[in-house]
């Protein structure tokens, strides 16, 4: 097992992910560049979820099950990657009330992550009226946060 | 329910999210963007695996099985954003390989998504030694595809 761990870390050191620092203080443009990675993943699922409540795609059971699974699952991640120094450092859309507002961040953040939560258990039960109803709900609370934390362009 | 549908498409078409439009063509702009989305979370989360296997962050059996289940999630993801046309569009470090030695590249994103789903079961089980083991093996499979098939530097 030793040796196996000695070449493990060999291994991963030169697999090159940045991440790896992480163990230490990461960097804002990481920290940016993570969340904005994170939202775009999450667009991706709650896209085809909105494309299907809207009826612009198929209604496809299986599909919303698995992408409520992923949004659900990321919506636990950008959180902490708005923590302080990470304002600047890479273009961002996020307002700066982010920091200056912190509470009211939270506060919608936590109601984003309470839909999503609903919408991953309505998703596994396969009722396609209640997941549809459940996606516009969830839709509102991106779209709350959006209006009041994030710009419409971005800024360095 | 009909109103409540109407609304929730009303609220969804002013979310903003440029993915509602992948109920259609994607763009290969928008394609590059995700995959390297994908990369990214599988990138902070493979990289607290590799800083525990290395010992450069102290053992968390919890984190560790958090982690490979994002990984897990996320290794799914990428593949079908390296589809026909997506070679261009953005920079991206894909290499033209990708495209022209399609079936070499498809072996090693099986072989990783076998490493990590493997991975995701031994965290489940919490044995230290196990998880780093196949933590190394997980590694393994990312350096070979990226030895292979990701450029050093971003192209056009």
């Known amino acids: 097992m030793k040796r196996s761990l ?3 870390a060999a291994v991963l050191a030169t697999v090159g ?3 790896i620092a992480l163990a230490q203080a990461p960097k804002p443009e990481d920290e940016i560049r993570y969340r904005q990675s994170v939202m775009n993943v999450i ?3 709650f896209g085809a979820l909105g494309a299907m409540a809207q009826g612009k795609m198929a209604f ?3 599909l919303a099950a698995d992408s409520a699974a992923i949004v659900d699952m990321m919506s636990k991640l950008p959180w902490n990657s708005f923590g302080p120094g990470t304002d600047k450092g890479a ?5 700066m ?3 200056s507002d912190a509470d009211k961040f939270k506060e919608k953040a936590d109601k984003m992550k309470s839909e999503v939560t609903k919408l991953a258990q309505v998703a596994k039960g396969g009722d ?3 997941i549809k109803a459940q996606v516009g709900e969830t839709g509102k609370a991106c779209k709350s946060c959006h209006d009041d934390f994030r710009l ?3 800024r360095q």
């Open 6 to 8: 000695i070449f493990a």
């Open 17 to 19: 992910m940045s991440s």
């Open 43 to 45: 667009g991706r699922s």
């Open 60 to 62: 496809n059971a299986q």
């Open 91 to 95: 273009p961002t859309k996020a307002d």
């Open 97 to 99: 009330k982010v920091w």
């Open 128 to 130: 396609e009226a209640a």
């Open 152 to 154: 419409k362009e971005f």
